[in-house]
Structure formats: structure tokens, C-alpha cells
């Protein structure tokens, strides 16, 4: 029964990008499943379609700026909670934590009522302020479980010999922890790359991300080059969330909520 239960889960997860996946084959110019021809063309379309070019750079620059400030911050705030368990450090985590429990649409607006305030326009730098907020408590987690499997035998072994502080931090902790740094990279990446329900409020004119992009013609310009781009965007986030766990691992993840 549990073998049922568990195909049935696997199939309803994967159902619906197989609807898009076919359908993103189509040859007609409106949206059909089945589709009763296969083609390529709409693939060509997305690929050689500048304003896709546009969105999909500003996507790639803005969740790779995010993704490594968000790490490194994390990073500094996952060794500090770790190290030192204060009254203090318990709310810091309680504090960086929190955007996990808040709706983005929430955040969003939040956003957008300081930028508003303050009179500030959407650039990059905005933008990812905003998707910091959403991605540093991800990195965070993962990088806790990092942590978590560390041992300190090793780093007092360094200091008893006389390494720096820096020295044991640079050649025995990041070591260890590379992998678990790689995991949120690539974690804070695909995060901020798909974000709709924040960026949506943040976004302007010469900063549309992807997902801004799709979310506009599908409401605007219904077509089969949408499934195509979003089959795109689908398989590079199965490909990150498959490095995730090669790198991380879903199970030091769970082991680190339980802590």
C-alpha cells in the first residue's frame, strides 16, 4: 500500500510538468493538449527572442549576486549561532529565520511601501535587497546542517598548535564546509531565479526578470512559447535541485530542522 501511496505521490508531482513538457511541442499557435503535431519551432522563438535574452540576463545577474551575498552572510551568521549559543544568538537565528514563516507577497509589499517612502526606483541593487530577505534564511538552514556535521576535534587540534583564529577558519573549517556552501549557493540561486510573488512588486521597465516575463505573456499572450520557456526553466531547476542534493544532501537538511 505505501509502494501505491508513494507512485501516486510521484506521479501527481510530475504530472504537470509532463502536460507542459508535451504541450510545449506543439505546432499550432494556440495552447492544446494533446498536441495533434510535434515541432521544435517554439523552442527557436524562445531561444531568439531578444526580449527573452533581456529577462533571462537580468534572472542570471540578479540570482547570482543574490545567491553570493546571501551565502556569505549566512555563512558569518551560521558559525556566529553555532559557536556561540547566547540569549542573543538564539533571537538572531529566531530574526534571520523568520522570512521562511512570512508570505512573500507580504514581504513584497513591505518592500515596496519603504521603497515608496524613500523614493526609490527598481535596480539591481534593490531587487536584491529584496531577494536577500527571502533567500538568507535558506542558506542559513543549509548551512546549520553543514555545521552541524563538523568536528570540533579538528579545529582545537589547529588552535593547540598555534594557528590564528583566521588560519583554523580558512584551513580546516572551509574545507570542510565547501560543500555545504556549494548547497546554498546553488539553493539562494534557484530561489531568487524563480521568485514571482516578490520580484512582481519590485520589478520595472528594463529589469523584468523570466518568471516576470512568462507571468506577463500568459496573462497577456497565451502560446505554446511559454510551455517551451518554462520546460527550460523547468529542467535547470531539476538539474540545481539534483546538485543540491549531490552537494548538501536532503537528509543532513532534515537532520539540522530537527536540532
Known amino acids: 500500500m505505501s509502494r501505491v501511496i508513494v507512485l501516486f505521490s510521484v506521479i501527481f508531482a510530475l504530472l504537470p510538468g509532463m502536460i507542459v513538457f508535451l504541450a510545449s511541442f506543439s505546432a499550432g499557435n494556440s495552447l492544446a493538449f494533446p498536441p495533434r503535431e510535434f515541432t521544435l519551432h517554439w523552442y527557436g522563438v524562445i531561444l531568439g527572442d531578444p526580449e527573452f535574452s533581456s529577462a533571462l540576463l537580468m534572472s542570471v545577474m540578479l540570482a547570482g549576486v543574490t545567491s553570493v551575498v546571501a551565502t556569505a552572510?549566512?555563512?558569518?551568521?551560521?558559525?556566529?549561532?553555532?559557536?556561540?549559543?547566547?540569549?542573543?544568538?538564539?533571537?538572531?537565528e529566531a530574526f534571520l529565520l523568520s522570512p521562511m514563516v512570512v508570505p512573500h507577497v507580504v514581504i513584497g509589499i513591505g518592500i515596496l511601501q519603504i521603497y515608496i517612502i524613500y523614493g526609490l526606483r527598481a535596480d539591481l541593487m534593490t531587487l536584491t535587497t529584496g531577494h536577500l530577505i527571502v533567500t538568507i534564511p535558506f542558506a542559513l538552514r543549509l548551512l546549520l546542517a553543514s555545521i552541524a556535521g563538523l568536528d570540533r576535534r579538528v579545529e582545537m587540534a589547529a588552535a593547540s598548535l598555534g594557528a590564528p583564529p583566521f588560519t583554523v577558519f580558512r584551513s580546516v573549517v572551509l574545507p570542510q564546509?565547501?560543500?555545504?556552501?556549494?548547497?546554498?549557493?546553488v539553493a539562494a540561486f534557484i530561489l531568487s531565479f524563480d521568485d514571482v510573488s516578490l520580484t512582481i512588486f519590485l520589478v520595472q521597465p528594463g529589469y523584468t526578470t523570466i518568471p516576470i516575463l512568462l507571468f506577463n505573456q500568459a496573462e497577456n499572450n497565451p502560446g505554446p512559447a511559454i510551455h517551451a520557456a518554462s520546460v527550460i526553466l523547468l529542467l535547470a531547476s531539476w538539474i540545481a535541485i539534483f546538485l543540491i542534493d549531490r552537494l548538501m544532501g536532503f537528509e543532513r537538511l532534515a537532520f539540522a530542522s530537527r536540532k
Do not use: D, N
Open 177 to 185: 564546509m565547501k560543500m555545504g556552501i556549494a548547497g546554498a549557493l
Open 73 to 92: 552572510i549566512a555563512l558569518l551568521a551560521a558559525l556566529a549561532i553555532s559557536r556561540y549559543r547566547t540569549p542573543t544568538t538564539v533571537l538572531i
